[in-house]
């Protein structure tokens, strides 16, 4: 039986955005929350990640790697950097459709922001849920936040208790792990006792599930 283990997760610092279109404040079919909070437009940030690098899984001992995968995302991240969606995305896309954690996460936001192709909620919350399930940490808070608001999936205070409790436990004591437990916190509001503690025992046994890279013989764009 196949136990992938990501053993290198891309790492994403995603700065909050100073004004304007750097986020998106997304407010239709909140839950009793009256408070709302920004997904940070990555293509804006100030602290924007790097492109995708050093993916590896581990399959049955043996180091399988998305590097041989990734050709062409330094070029792509920079058109997407600088707003030239038409010839990025398409690149990221293909990625996400293999499993790629890091693509799926940026193909959320892609659908999330309509960058270069339509805004799609529905789209974006698949993406962004389908990183989570890898581990993917920068996936977990837009993931909830959708749940939050009922944004492409219908509101759900548990499943996004879930994720931020999930996300909550895997930071160190600082003003991050502190935000993230309050946005918890806030959804705890919406929560029977009951719902709380089921939505706790979940995400205490929690695992990432990666993907396992395909053979990059196996990959027909690869082959182009």
Excluded at 80 to 90: K, S, T
Aim: hydrophobic letters at 45%; one cysteine or more.
């Amino acid at each position: 039986m196949l136990r992938p283990l990501l053993l290198a997760v891309f790492c994403c610092a995603i700065g909050m955005p100073a004004a304007g279109q750097d986020s998106v404040a997304a407010t239709a079919s909140p839950t009793s929350s009256d408070t709302t909070f920004e997904i940070p437009n990555p293509a804006m940030a100030s602290e924007a990640p790097q492109p995708l690098q050093s993916l590896v899984v581990i399959v049955d001992g043996e180091a399988r790697s998305w590097a041989p995968l990734e050709k062409g995302t330094d070029v792509a991240w920079e058109a997407y950097r600088d707003g030239r969606f038409p010839q990025a995305v398409p690149v990221f896309a293909r990625l996400a459709e293999i499993g790629h954690p890091v693509a799926e996460w940026l193909m959320g936001n892609i659908y999330f922001f309509g960058q270069g192709i339509p805004k799609d909620y529905a789209k974006a919350h698949a993406m962004f849920e389908a990183s989570a399930q890898q581990g993917y940490f920068a996936a977990f808070a837009p993931t909830a936040q959708m749940y939050v608001q009922g944004l492409g999936v219908p509101a759900d205070p548990s499943k996004a208790y879930y994720w931020y409790n999930i996300a909550a436990a895997q930071l160190p004591d600082s003003a991050e792990r502190t935000d993230m437990m309050d946005r918890r916190e806030g959804v705890a509001a919406s929560l029977t006792p009951a719902q709380i503690e089921a939505a706790q025992k979940r995400a205490n046994i929690f695992e990432p599930k990666p993907v396992v890279p395909p053979d990059p013989e196996d990959v027909d764009w690869l082959q182009e």
